[in-house]
């Protein structure tokens, strides 16, 4: 999918990303390390599109208004997950109005581009939106780049739309493919004598640089 806006637009939203990650305070406490190694990627994103280093699109074409649009390529699988690591942080942190709309906005906008985008597969993916994911798992930065991978592998469009579902049932508290997944982690770091956090995907042969969108 793609996420557009002016300046200011992007502004607004890097910044309230910022207020709720990379708080050394909480830096301690179980689970928020690794939804933070998740949600300063996606973070990354939002402030490289402000920056005008991703897409761009001159004024006109969403109003009459002459002024450049930016914009960044996000897969489904990142936006979804961002954006719960993203909520369930902010349960730990102060908010006010401003914070809450800038989410609002953002999942109302995400539900109208899964709609636009098709709307058979978006009816099973809508309440991802919200609860469908588990903000807690300690482990969802790479739960996050496990489906993310699978996700590209279906080779875009539809097809690969209406699979997703499924795929994201591994990042569903109590679901069959959450604890096979976790149990997979912990084989592989007992395996590598390390902490779960810190395995990485096996994806150097993937071409993240010339996806199919």
């Not at 590209?152 to 069959?176: H, I, M, N, Q, S």
């Amino acid at each position: 999918m793609e996420i557009w806006g002016t300046y200011d637009d992007l502004n607004n939203f890097y910044e309230v990303i910022g207020k709720f990650w990379n708080d050394e305070n909480k830096a301690d406490k179980k689970g928020f390390d690794n939804r933070d190694t998740l949600i300063s990627g996606f973070s990354y994103e939002i402030r490289k599109a402000k920056d005008g280093n991703r897409l761009k699109l001159k004024g006109g074409h969403f109003s009459f208004e002459e002024q450049d649009y930016l914009g960044v390529q996000i897969s489904w699988v990142h936006f979804l997950f961002s954006l719960t690591a993203l909520k369930f942080n902010m349960r730990y942190a102060e908010t006010n109005k401003f914070d809450i709309s800038q989410i609002l906005l953002i999942e109302f906008w995400l539900e109208k581009a899964m709609c636009s985008y098709d709307e058979v597969g978006a009816q099973a993916l809508i309440g991802f939106i919200e609860d469908g994911l588990y903000g807690g798992n300690g482990h969802i930065y790479q739960c996050m780049r496990s489906i993310n991978l699978d996700f590209f592998l279906l080779g875009g469009g539809k097809k690969a739309f209406r699979k997703l579902p499924d795929l994201l049932k591994r990042g569903v508290y109590y679901t069959e493919e959450y604890r096979d997944y976790q149990k997979f982690l912990e084989t592989e770091a007992k395996k590598l004598n390390c902490e779960i956090s810190e395995l990485e995907l096996s994806d150097d042969d993937f071409d993240y640089e010339n996806l199919n969108w």
